[in-house]
Structures are given as structure tokens and as C-alpha cells.
T-cell receptor
Framework: AQSVTQPDIHITVSEGASLELRCNYS??????LFWYVQSPGQGLQLLLK??????LVQGIKGFEAEFKRSQSSFNLRKPSVHWSDAAEYFC????????????FGKGTTLSVSS | ETGVTQTPRHLVMGMTNKKSLKCEQH?????MYWYKQSAKKPLELMFV???????ENNSVPSRFSPECPNSSHLFLHLHTLQPEDSALYLC?????????????FGPGTRLTVL
């Protein structure tokens, strides 16, 4: 069955510290992979995506993610977290057939302490 | 207006009411989606319209009825809802190119069913 697992429900990081959010997926074929961020009361904003090519992808707001096929992982990283990064982060996997559903993880809530 | 817009942003309705959610995309895309986001559950796809035809109905109860009059507009008609239907309803759009696509989300409608 297709699924996305985000093992950490809630993470607290000090401002200026590095961040890594984990994402593992189960998918029958080579997937497309996405990270979205959702601030309270808002919709989902695309941070970055992986379709093919370089397995390290850069996104907006200083985020990056690395696709590791052998580990079925697509972890999100940021070298130095800012207080404004506090939000909920969703990993998603999509089929290569366009116009189909994204499968989302349950999300990881990031809190940033000063 | 830019991106994907949704109205209303908040809606409170009784179980016997009929209401509609509206989504409009200003991105020139040709596919639109309705997702449901409930507390502590992953986002769930409800409906997909690609090139104005419904291509996937994820076993959604008939009390939810989608309508896509053109490629820019998507509606979700609601009637005789249940309290468990209270959730954030997110609209998304994408450009179907045949090699995968990226979905862009609106801010959502927060629905409360009394």
C-alpha cells in the first residue's frame, strides 16, 4: 500500500540550530516527492519537490531535502532555523501520472524556542 | 487575485443546511482538487477534475457534491452534513503535462457543522 510516514509528530528546535524532519514513503513505483509547509489558519505552501536528477534539492526559505532511494526517505533540512519557521510540515508523494492524488504524511509540527 | 483563492474562509452550518464552497485558480492550470484536512488525520483527496472531467472520486459520501464549470472554478456543494464533516477543506490546482505535476493549494475553508 502507498503511504508516507513522518515519525515525529512534534519537534522543538532552538532558534539558530539546525533542523531535520524525517519522511519515509512506501510506493510501488518511482514517486514524485514534495514538502509543504502550513502556517496556522493557512493553506499549504510548496517548499520543494523532487522529480528526477540530483537527489539533493533546494527549496524556498533555505530548506533542502535529500532523496535516498535505498532508504525510501526524503528528509527535509535547514542549517539554521528562524522563529518564523514554526509551522506544520507535510511530506507528500505523488504518482508520475499527472492529475492524481498526493498522499500525505500526518505532518510534523515544528516549534522554535528562543 | 493570484494563486488559488477559496471562499468563504470560514463557514458554520447546521446539519440541515445547504451551502457551497468556492475555489478559483488564477494560474492557468487544467486540473483542480478538493482535499479534506481533519484533526490528527492526513490530508485526504476527495475529488479530482482534470480538463474539467472528474477522474477520481475517493468514495466520498454523496452529501458532498463537486462541480467544475470551467478550468478555473471548482465548487463543493454541501447538504445534510454531519458533525464529523467539520474540517479544513483545501482546494488545489495543477497543470497536467503528462509527466507529473505540482499541486498548488488555496488557504482553505474552515467548516464547522453544528
Amino acid at each position: 500500500a502507498q503511504s508516507v510516514t513522518q515519525p515525529d509528530i512534534h519537534i522543538t528546535v532552538s532558534e539558530g540550530a539546525s533542523l531535520e524532519l524525517r519522511c519515509n514513503y512506501s510506493y510501488g513505483a518511482t514517486p514524485y516527492l514534495f514538502w509543504y509547509v502550513q502556517s496556522p489558519g493557512q493553506g499549504l505552501q510548496l517548499l520543494l519537490k523532487y522529480f528526477s536528477g540530483d537527489t539533493l534539492v533546494q527549496g524556498i526559505k533555505g530548506f533542502e531535502a535529500e532523496f535516498k532511494r535505498s532508504q525510501s526517505s526524503f528528509n527535509l533540512r535547514k542549517p539554521s532555523v528562524h522563529w518564523s519557521d514554526a509551522a506544520e510540515y507535510f511530506c507528500a508523494v505523488g504518482a508520475r501520472q499527472a492529475g492524481t492524488a498526493l498522499i500525505f504524511g500526518k505532518g510534523t509540527t515544528l516549534s522554535v524556542s528562543s | 487575485e493570484t494563486g488559488v483563492t477559496q471562499t468563504p474562509r470560514h463557514l458554520v452550518m447546521g446539519m440541515t443546511n445547504k451551502k457551497s464552497l468556492k475555489c478559483e485558480q488564477h494560474l492557468g492550470h487544467n486540473a483542480m482538487y478538493w482535499y479534506k484536512q481533519s484533526a490528527k488525520k492526513p490530508l485526504e483527496l476527495m475529488f479530482v477534475y482534470s480538463l474539467e472531467e472528474r477522474v477520481e472520486n475517493n468514495s466520498v459520501p454523496s452529501r458532498f457534491s463537486p462541480e467544475c464549470p470551467n478550468s478555473s472554478h471548482l465548487f463543493l456543494h454541501l447538504h445534510t452534513l454531519q458533525p464529523e464533516d467539520s474540517a479544513l477543506y483545501l482546494c488545489a490546482s495543477s497543470q497536467v503535462t503528462g509527466i507529473g505535476d505540482t499541486q498548488y493549494f488555496g488557504p482553505g475553508t474552515r467548516l464547522t457543522v453544528l
